[in-house]
């Protein structure tokens, strides 16, 4: 999924500001109210589309970009190992294609086994003794046992992809598949280097090809972000989620030749603060204003390379009265404080939604997130 392609945002923070005037009206009791906005996405770190124009319309380098959208970092290096939860795969069970040079590893024990059997379809691993163990099958024309180990368990190629079958299909991935043990439960965690995992993050989020210098940019905030991740998390069996609670990952069924080169070309590199990788946001527009955050490298300025992005939106009455029941009659909308950046005084950090029974005031990113908006950043038409 692309932030910038499907325009699917990151997860919003609330920004303090200074409250100011408002700019949304009463609606004069239309059922309705119609609302115009700018940017996709809570507008802090990087704009991927102003990384794109910095790149193709102003010949910026992607050094040049990740200077403006995270000042005051350094470029360092991070190398080692993540753990990515594949939240795709419901069963309890990892099935994979049978595949030469595949094995099994007990993390029990420590013990590898070749998986190498004629007329082999698939291999599973399937907990046992309460989630203590992990049984090894294999589909020939039926499931048939094959070993039990102790602890987890996990699948591997030495480093080629292994085909990950799911109730919703299949994919392919770089590094290890592991039966995970999370509790009594288990969960499908994939395993791999660091920048192999950015193989399959990087063109989910970014068109691969746009300009090679913005999908460079991408790389080194994505491989930032990760790393940050993996440093200041404690998740227990995974470092990060594959879908935009981290950042969408797609594994090696996801990978562009150009991305890869993107990834390639920027190899291990990461933006430090204090030494460390820093927490490295993105979105996918600002609407030419950036927001400031929770540390000091996410600042408010203008950004002269995002497009804006205008959108338009009608919420209806009766998408008012399902997202506040106790609302009652839609009457009007009355924005208390803006981040006073930008057209219109900025982003909404705070709303009021009037009804014929009762009012509700609520933040900017809770009132987008209840209806699906863009961004926080809009006024009534």
């Given at each position: 999924?692309?932030?910038?392609l499907?325009?699917?945002?990151?997860?919003?923070?609330?920004?303090?500001?200074?409250?100011s005037?408002?700019?949304?009206?009463?609606?004069?009791?239309?059922?309705?109210?119609?609302?115009?906005?700018?940017?996709?996405?809570?507008?802090?770190?990087m704009?991927?589309?102003?990384?794109?124009?910095?790149?193709?319309?102003?010949?910026?380098?992607?050094?040049?970009?990740?200077?403006?959208?995270?000042?005051?970092?350094e470029?360092?290096?991070?190398?080692?190992?993540?753990?990515?939860?594949?939240?795709g795969?419901?069963?309890?069970?990892?099935?994979?294609?049978?595949?030469?040079?595949?094995?099994?590893?007990?993390?029990?024990?420590?013990?590898?086994?070749?998986?190498?059997?004629?007329?082999?379809?698939?291999?599973?691993?399937?907990?046992?003794?309460?989630?203590?163990g992990?049984?090894?099958?294999?589909?020939?024309?039926?499931?048939?046992?094959?070993?039990?180990?102790?602890?987890?368990?996990?699948?591997?190629?030495?480093?080629?992809?292994?085909?990950?079958?799911?109730?919703?299909?299949?994919?392919?991935?770089?590094?290890?598949?592991?039966?995970?043990?999370?509790?009594?439960?288990?969960?499908?965690?994939?395993?791999?280097?660091?920048?192999?995992?950015l193989?399959?993050?990087?063109?989910?989020?970014?068109?691969?090809?746009?300009?090679p210098?913005?999908?460079?940019?991408?790389?080194?905030?994505?491989?930032?972000?990760?790393?940050?991740?993996?440093?200041?998390?404690?998740?227990?069996?995974?470092?990060?989620?594959?879908?935009?609670?981290?950042?969408?990952?797609?594994?090696?069924?996801?990978?562009?030749?150009?991305?890869?080169d993107?990834?390639?070309?920027?190899?291990?590199?990461?933006?430090?603060h204090?030494?460390?990788?820093?927490?490295?946001?993105?979105?996918?527009?600002?609407g030419?204003?950036?927001?400031?955050?929770?540390?000091?490298?996410?600042?408010?300025?203008?950004?002269?390379?995002?497009?804006?992005?205008?959108?338009?939106?009608?919420i209806?009455?009766?998408?008012?009265?399902?997202?506040?029941?106790?609302?009652?009659?839609?009457?009007?909308?009355?924005?208390?404080?803006?981040?006073?950046?930008?057209?219109?005084?900025?982003?909404v950090?705070?709303?009021?939604?009037?009804?014929?029974?009762?009012?509700?005031?609520?933040?900017?990113?809770?009132f987008?997130?209840?209806?699906g908006?863009?961004?926080?950043?809009?006024?009534?038409?």
């Amino acid at each position: 999924m692309l932030r910038a392609l499907c325009l699917l945002l990151t997860a919003a923070l609330v920004t303090a500001a200074a409250p100011s005037a408002p700019t949304i009206a009463a609606a004069g009791g239309s059922a309705s109210v119609t609302l115009e906005g700018r940017g996709y996405g809570h507008g802090r770190g990087m704009s991927q589309y102003g990384a794109q124009g910095a790149a193709s319309e102003h010949g910026r380098t992607y050094r040049q970009i990740l200077r403006f959208y995270y000042p005051g970092l350094e470029l360092g290096s991070a190398r080692g190992r993540i753990r990515v939860l594949l939240t795709g795969d419901t069963s309890a069970d990892v099935v994979v294609a049978a595949r030469p040079g595949l094995t099994v590893r007990s993390l029990g024990s420590g013990n590898v086994f070749p998986l190498q059997r004629d007329g082999a379809k698939r291999w599973r691993i399937t907990p046992i003794d309460g989630g203590a163990g992990s049984r090894v099958s294999v589909l020939l024309s039926r499931w048939r046992t094959v070993r039990d180990l102790p602890g987890a368990a996990q699948f591997d190629a030495g480093g080629k992809p292994i085909t990950l079958v799911t109730p919703a299909g299949t994919t392919r991935y770089r590094g290890a598949l592991r039966s995970a043990i999370d509790g009594g439960d288990r969960d499908t965690v994939n395993i791999l280097p660091l920048d192999s995992y950015l193989l399959g993050v990087v063109p989910r989020e970014m068109p691969a090809l746009w300009h090679p210098q913005a999908v460079r940019a991408q790389a080194v905030a994505a491989r930032t972000y990760a790393a940050h991740e993996r440093r200041t998390t404690n998740r227990g069996h995974f470092d990060v989620w594959d879908t935009t609670q981290s950042q969408v990952y797609g594994g090696r069924s996801a990978e562009h030749p150009a991305s890869n080169d993107a990834v390639r070309a920027t190899g291990g590199q990461v933006l430090l603060h204090a030494g460390a990788p820093a927490f490295t946001q993105f979105s996918s527009s600002n609407g030419g204003w950036t927001v400031a955050g929770s540390v000091p490298y996410q600042v408010a300025k203008q950004d002269p390379w995002d497009p804006v992005n205008r959108w338009r939106v009608t919420i209806t009455e009766n998408e008012f009265q399902d997202v506040f029941p106790s609302l009652g009659g839609f009457v009007r909308l009355r924005v208390l404080r803006r981040d006073g950046n930008g057209a219109w005084n900025g982003r909404v950090l705070r709303i009021r939604v009037v009804g014929t029974s009762n009012t509700i005031t609520i933040d900017g990113d809770d009132f987008r997130e209840e209806f699906g908006l863009r961004s926080t950043w809009f006024r009534q038409t």
